[in-house]
């Protein structure tokens, strides 16, 4: 709405789905060092985000580097890609993992996932088109999930301190079903806590975005028949149309 966040895609046409995918682990290797090319290890990419991302290897030194999305058996998971597409380290290595989007400082890399101790809350909600949101520190270390509210779509806040989300899981009409009637907006902190239901759950809400400083969202909604925008505080407040 505000602002269009940077990224690509590049999809071989299939589409992601929702609680499926390869399982395989959830731990992180380097391929630092190596020269290798990324149309030539992973012919599956489907998205792919883009940030100037402080380099580890060196303090200070900053350099475009790209946070890669790949679905495949032998090569699945997340990888970090330098700008002539030169492998510079591997991530995560689940196969399922898919969205990735860098924190505003670089330091972070949220995405979405269905791994395998999600798969009893997967199961609990039954939703399609819903994963589960994780950050991996830009070392590919200490991976963890934010929330255990399963997740459609999800946006960095302007400072990193927290993340905007869709959700259709408090809607009972969409558990079993092949789409989706109802999704809510929510925000939660990046650690986890205070999560908080911004709009109703009977009603389509979609498309929200943060303003550039981060004390407004807007979205669109039918929650009044046809589709309009609206702009709401991230605390639920001020909600104008």
């Not at 499926?20 to 731990?27: D, E, F, I, M, Y």
């Not at 999800?154 to 927290?162: D, L």
């Not at 989706?180 to 902190?189: D, E, F, M, T």
């Amino acid at each position: 709405m505000f602002a269009e966040s940077g990224g690509f895609v590049a999809n071989d046409g299939a589409r992601p789905r929702s609680f499926a995918g390869q399982r395989q682990g959830s731990s992180t290797s380097s391929l630092r060092g190596h020269r290798t090319r990324l149309a030539v290890v992973m012919p599956l990419v489907m998205v792919a985000a883009v940030t100037v991302a402080q380099d580890a290897r060196r303090e200070n030194e900053y350099q475009l580097s790209l946070a890669v999305a790949v679905r495949n058996r032998g090569n699945g998971g997340l990888y970090l890609v330098t700008a002539d597409g030169t492998v510079a380290r591997r991530l995560t290595t689940d196969g399922g993992d898919l969205l990735p989007a860098w924190s505003p400082d670089g330091k972070r890399l949220a995405f979405l996932s269905l791994r395998d101790q999600d798969y009893k809350a997967a199961a609990r909600h039954h939703l399609a088109f819903h994963w589960f949101l994780y950050v991996v520190d830009f070392d590919g270390k200490h991976t963890r999930r934010v929330t255990d509210t399963p997740v459609m779509w999800f946006q960095w806040s302007p400072n990193g301190e927290q993340f905007l989300f869709h959700s259709s899981y408090e809607d009972v009409r969409n558990r079993g079903q092949d789409g989706l009637l109802s999704s809510a907006i929510y925000v939660v902190h990046a650690d986890g806590t205070q999560q908080k239901r911004l709009t109703p759950v009977e009603h389509q809400c979609l498309f929200a975005g943060w303003s550039p400083d981060g004390r407004r969202i807007a979205f669109s909604s039918n929650r009044e028949g046809n589709y309009d925008i609206y702009v709401i505080g991230p605390g639920g407040e001020g909600l104008t149309r």
